[in-house]
């Protein structure tokens, strides 16, 4: 079960990749087929910023939502008892222990980003820390544990970044063609308006697809196997129960990110129940299952 669910996340990650490798590719070469009416130049430099991006957004994923959050290190001076909890479930899984960091935000929420689990990172919020106790602290880490075990990780960071990438280089494409429609009526001018037209009305569509490409059941998967790994589904449950109830918004909180938390930081967002479109099942249902775990 494990095996293959590791394995279908990697398989949709590459499908990611290469659709984001394509878009961005086709975005560049129209816009310097325009630029330097030369396909060659063009299928050039569409194809070379392409692939550094793709490289880039694969290497870097995890620095980039690390700074979209404002984490910083926790050290081992500074949260000791973390360190510890984190270190003892690594354990007992196997895996190597991520690094750890920190948001400084009284909303209590967590989750974790990288790679693989050799590059890995679980971040918590400090309201997290200082109001759940030992045993849902435990629960929450192993769940994100769970999520780096089956390579959850990898899909849901590649997906936000690329997909706000994307998104960015549709604002900036649609910010130009409003600068230029005033200057240039050529035929030329009018093709990279329509191209960018698409882009514009695609680049929404596309990061949903992409979000509904990260499944909810994962989710669900990650919470039983936390109760396989902790030997306590009452610490995970206590925790999400208090999570679900913090009415406090996560100050860095956005809907690109959302879906990488334990519980969706947008709190008005939470409280909807299970659709198409939701990036976490509701904290109810997620409850339930664990509490028929035997």
């Not at 007992?92 to 990172?121: C, Q, W």
């Not at 919020?125 to 106790?133: A, I, N, P, Q, V």
């Not at 396989?228 to 999400?240: C, H, P, S, V, W």
Request: charged share 20%; net charge neutral.
């Amino acid at each position: 079960m494990i095996l293959r669910d590791v394995r279908n996340n990697k398989i949709k990650t590459a499908f990611i990749v290469t659709c984001f490798f394509i878009i961005v590719a086709l975005f560049v070469y129209f816009l310097s087929l325009w630029l330097f009416d030369n396909v060659v130049i063009a299928v050039t430099i569409g194809l070379t910023f392409s692939f550094i991006s793709a490289f880039a957004s694969y290497y870097n994923s995890d620095k980039i939502v690390l700074s979209l959050n404002g984490a910083r290190v926790a050290t081992r001076e500074e949260f000791l008892q973390l360190n510890d909890i984190l270190e003892g479930l690594c354990l007992a899984t196997g895996l190597p222990k991520p690094k750890l960091y920190i948001m400084e935000d009284s909303a209590m929420n967590a989750f974790a980003t990288g790679r693989n689990p050799e590059h890995a990172v679980i971040c918590v919020t400090t309201g997290l820390l200082s109001r759940l106790d030992k045993y849902e602290i435990e629960g929450v880490l192993a769940h994100e544990l769970s999520h780096i075990k089956n390579y959850d990780i990898l899909l849901s960071t590649i997906t936000i970044v690329m997909v706000g990438f994307i998104v960015i280089l549709s604002d900036a494409f649609s910010r130009g063609l409003i600068r230029g429609s005033k200057d240039d009526d050529d035929k030329a001018s009018g093709i990279l308006m329509i191209i960018g037209l698409i882009f514009i009305i695609l680049s929404p569509i596309f990061a949903e697809l992409m979000k509904l490409a990260i499944s909810r059941n994962r989710e669900y998967l990650a919470d039983s196997q936390a109760v396989e790994i902790t030997r306590n589904k009452d610490g995970l449950i206590n925790a999400l129960r208090k999570l679900d109830t913090d009415s406090e918004a996560l100050e860095q909180a956005n809907k690109s990110s959302s879906s990488l938390f334990i519980v969706n930081p947008l709190v008005n967002e939470r409280k909807k129940k299970n659709s198409l479109w939701s990036t976490h099942p509701t904290t109810e249902s997620r409850i339930e299952r664990l509490q028929n775990i035997k």
